[in-house]
T-cell receptor, first 118, second 115 residues
Framework: DTEVTQTPKHLVMGMTNKKSLKCEQHMGHRAMYWYKQKAKKPPELMFVYSYEKLSINESVPSRFSPECPNSSLLNLHLHALQPEDSALYLC?????????????????FGSGTRLTVV | AQSVSQHNHHVILSEAASLELGCNYSYGGTVNLFWYVQYPGQHLQLLLKYFSGDPLVKGIKGFEAEFIKSKFSFNLRKPSVQWSDTAEYFCAVIPPTGTASKLTFGTGTRLQVTL
C-alpha cells in the first residue's frame, strides 16, 4: 500500500459550520503534512507533524486546527472559515528524518479535498 | 530569502519536441530535490527525486533531471513530449539536514503540448 487517502474528496461548507478533513497512510511514514493549494499556484505548507507531534505551524489562522491521533492518521478541523479559504487541501506523508539517508525525504501526496466555503 | 525558482511559467511545445524546464534553488549544503507533475484536475505525482549519488536521475514517463551542484540547478528534461504530458510541473526542494523538514515548491511551469 503506497497511498495517502484523503476524505472527503469534495466539501462545501458555510462560514458557521464545523467540519473535518481526514488523511490516512499505511506506509509506516512518521511525518505527515497539510498543504493548501489555490488554483494555478503551488502548494503552500500549513502544518508538519513529526512522530505525531506538531513540529511546524506556518502561521496558519486558528480557524484551522490540526490533529494527529496516531502515526497513520491526520485530521484538519475547520471552523468559521472564510470564502478565501476555498482551495484544494493536500495531505502528504514522508518516511521521516531517520530514513533520510536511505530513502530521501520523498513525500507522497493524497488526491486532496476540494473545499468550497460559501 | 532562500527559495526555489522556476523561470519558465508557461511553455508550449509541439508533440515530439524536446523539453527542458529550469529549476534553481538558493539553499547551501545538501538538499533533496524533486519534480512533481499535476495533470488537470488531478493530484500531485512524483516524477523523480534526487538525494544522493548519480546526479542524472531517471524518473517515470521518460523524464529525467540533472543535478548540477555548482549551478544550484535541477532541470527537468524529456527527449520527446507527448500530448498527454500537458500538465503543471513543480520543482521542489527540502533544505539541508538539520533544518525542519519542509518541502518548498517553485511557482510551477505550465506545459502545453499541441498536436
Amino acid at each position: 500500500d503506497t497511498e495517502v487517502t484523503q476524505t472527503p474528496k469534495h466539501l462545501v461548507m458555510g462560514m458557521t459550520n464545523k467540519k473535518s478533513l481526514k488523511c490516512e497512510q499505511h506506509m509506516g511514514h512518521r511525518a505527515m503534512y497539510w498543504y493548501k493549494q489555490k488554483a494555478k499556484k503551488p502548494p503552500e505548507l500549513m502544518f508538519v507533524y513529526s512522530y505525531e507531534k506538531l513540529s511546524i505551524n506556518e502561521s496558519v489562522p486558528s480557524r484551522f486546527s490540526p490533529e494527529c491521533p496516531n502515526s497513520s492518521l491526520l485530521n484538519l478541523h475547520l471552523h468559521a472559515l472564510q470564502p478565501e479559504d476555498s482551495a484544494l487541501y493536500l495531505c502528504a506523508s514522508s518516511p521521516g528524518e531517520r530514513f533520510q539517508r536511505t530513502e530521501g525525504r520523498g513525500y507522497t501526496f493524497g488526491s486532496g479535498t476540494r473545499l468550497t466555503v460559501v | 530569502a532562500q527559495s526555489v525558482s522556476q523561470h519558465n511559467h508557461h511553455v508550449i511545445l509541439s508533440e515530439a519536441a524536446s523539453l527542458e524546464l529550469g529549476c534553481n534553488y538558493s539553499y547551501g549544503g545538501t538538499v533533496n530535490l524533486f519534480w512533481y507533475v499535476q495533470y488537470p484536475g488531478q493530484h500531485l505525482q512524483l516524477l523523480l527525486k534526487y538525494f544522493s549519488g548519480d546526479p542524472l536521475v531517471k524518473g517515470i514517463k521518460g523524464f529525467e533531471a540533472e543535478f548540477i551542484k555548482s549551478k544550484f540547478s535541477f532541470n527537468l528534461r524529456k527527449p520527446s513530449v507527448q500530448w498527454s504530458d500537458t500538465a503543471e510541473y513543480f520543482c521542489a526542494v527540502i533544505p539541508p539536514t538539520g533544518t525542519a523538514s519542509k518541502l518548498t515548491f517553485g511557482t510551477g511551469t505550465r506545459l502545453q503540448v499541441t498536436l
